[in-house]
T-cell receptor, first 112, second 116 residues
Framework: SQELEQSPQSLIVQEGKNLTINCTSS?????LYWYKQKYGEGLIFLMM?????EEKSHEKITAKLDEKKQQSSLHITASQPSHAGIYLC????????????FGKGTLLTVNP | GAVVSQHPSRVICKSGTSVKIECRSL??????MFWYRQFPKQSLMLMAT?????????EQGVEKDKFLINHASLTLSTLTVTSAHPEDSSFYIC????????????FGNGTRLTVT
């Protein structure tokens, strides 16, 4: 079965700083999804990456899928308190039923 | 964008009773929905795949008789936790994908179940 390892597990940054979260898969990634979750709430979709080398940006968040398609990174520029939360990467194992396996998440705290 | 609604958001029940959680796709049809469970400070664990008009597919280790799933229409899946025990207390979250839009999975806001 596919396993996703996220690093770091938690991160505390000062407002305005840049940061990167990594997601490494034990198998080839057919689709990699980044979500954000507030504790006790649902997941908010951020970005979907499907092609090796693909990079997408939304506002101050950029996600990349490496060429070999086994690692993705999420980069936040000039972080704000509103960026705080749990960031989860989810992987599509390539099956037809679109099940996603998730990493354990990265807890981000942004201090004002 | 696609919206998934989950109800209730919180429920407290006594041991031995059953609890039903609803998951609705509000603006799209979902032939497949997924039910996840999340423990504190841990990731989402896929419990089962809910298939409209047919039996759900359960992941290894998930008791199908305890977690009953019904997907009676293209916009509604329900998860019933039967004969609940305190160890069933958890955060349950459903998701669905709008296949026509070729988009990602969208998640409900989750249900916090507490069994006393």
């Amino acid at each position: 079965s596919q396993e996703l390892e996220q690093s770091p597990q938690s991160l505390i940054v000062q407002e305005g700083k840049n940061l990167t979260i990594n997601c490494t898969s034990s198998k080839t990634l057919y689709g990699l999804y980044w979500y954000k979750q507030k504790y006790g709430e649902g997941l908010i979709f951020l970005m979907m990456l499907q092609k090796g080398g693909e990079e997408k940006s939304h506002e101050k968040i950029t996600a990349k899928l490496d060429e070999k398609k086994q690692q993705s990174s999420l980069h936040i520029t000039a972080s704000q308190p509103s960026h705080a939360g749990i960031y989860l990467c989810g992987a599509d194992g390539g099956g037809s039923n679109y099940k996603l396996t998730f990493g354990k998440g990265t807890l981000l705290t942004v201090n004002p | 964008g696609a919206v998934v609604s989950q109800h209730p958001s919180r429920v407290i029940c006594k041991s031995g009773t059953s609890v039903k959680i609803e998951c609705r796709s509000l603006d799209f049809q979902a032939t497949t929905m997924f039910w996840y469970r999340q423990f504190p400070k841990q990731s989402l664990m896929l419990m089962a795949t809910s298939n409209e008009g047919s039996k759900a597919t359960y992941e290894q280790g998930v008791e199908k008789d305890k977690f009953l799933i019904n997907h009676a229409s293209l916009t509604l899946s329900t998860l019933t936790v039967t004969s609940a025990h305190p160890e069933d207390s958890s955060f349950y979250i459903c998701s669905a994908r709008d296949w026509t839009a070729n988009g990602p999975l969208h998640f409900g806001n989750g249900t916090r179940l507490t069994v006393t």
